[in-house]
């Protein structure tokens, strides 16, 4: 009987531990689901990047910060002091324009190595680069967090994303190609046109390139400053 009472209280304490065991492991679960199918969504517009007109880069930033924290990407010291902020001098950043931060430039090794940061559907103007007293790059993007629409020479592709009304007319390319995480493409030819538009949860690409001259930028919008 003394054996039956031990052995009882035995499996007793066994089951105990292991459903206390299995509750943190359905939350778990719970919450990775929840976090696998959650998306980023567009919270900023032109309202909020234009301050009487003028371009509020701190507010550009904030927006980026707030994508950067959805996605798990620390806002390191190095962003702080060289991530930048362009709108090209267009006024419609929340369409058009770009985040970015260049890790490494080197001229002497012809090398490059550069983070894209786009908001939702925001676009990168259309542009190619052409040689100067270095050679023309040559470039590859990898996507890392949401996805994009690489635009370049070829086949019109069909239904392509409709491009910001502020860009309509103002770009020569239309052969289309989405890109989700992991995804990787290369310029299809050098010097050629091409530019790249984020999905409706935004983008981060990383970009491998030879060294990158702005003196070699050509954008097909003549109104460009950058």
């Not at 009472?5 to 919450?31: D, E, Q, R």
């Not at 702080?80 to 929340?94: I, Q």
């Not at 542009?127 to 040559?138: D, E, L, S």
Request: charged content about 20%.
């Amino acid at each position: 009987m003394k054996t039956k009472l031990i052995l009882t209280a035995v499996l007793t304490v066994m089951f105990g531990i292991a459903a206390i065991a299995a509750t943190p492991a359905k939350k778990t679960n719970a919450k990775t689901k929840m976090t696998a199918t959650a998306t980023y969504k567009k919270k900023y517009t032109n309202a909020d990047f234009y301050t009487n007109g003028k371009f509020n880069q701190e507010v550009a930033m904030k927006a980026y910060k707030d994508m950067f924290a959805f996605y798990g990407v620390e806002f390191t010291e190095l962003m702080a002091k060289n991530m930048w902020v362009s709108d090209f001098g267009l006024g419609d950043f929340e369409n058009v324009g770009m985040g970015g931060i260049f890790w490494i430039n080197d001229a002497e090794h012809n090398y490059f190595g550069h983070e894209i940061y786009l908001l939702p559907n925001q676009m990168i103007v259309e542009h190619a680069h052409v040689p100067t007293k270095y050679k023309a790059k040559f470039e590859s993007w990898l996507v890392r967090n949401g996805s994009c629409f690489n635009f370049g020479i070829g086949e019109t592709t069909a239904n392509n994303p409709a491009i910001p009304a502020s860009q309509k007319g103002l770009t020569t390319v239309s052969h289309c190609e989405k890109m989700e995480v992991g995804d990787i493409r290369t310029l299809a030819k050098i010097e050629s046109k091409h530019f790249l538009m984020a999905g409706s949860a935004g983008v981060i690409v990383t970009e491998f390139g030879c060294y990158h001259d702005n003196d070699g930028l050509r954008f097909t919008n003549p109104g460009v400053k950058f």
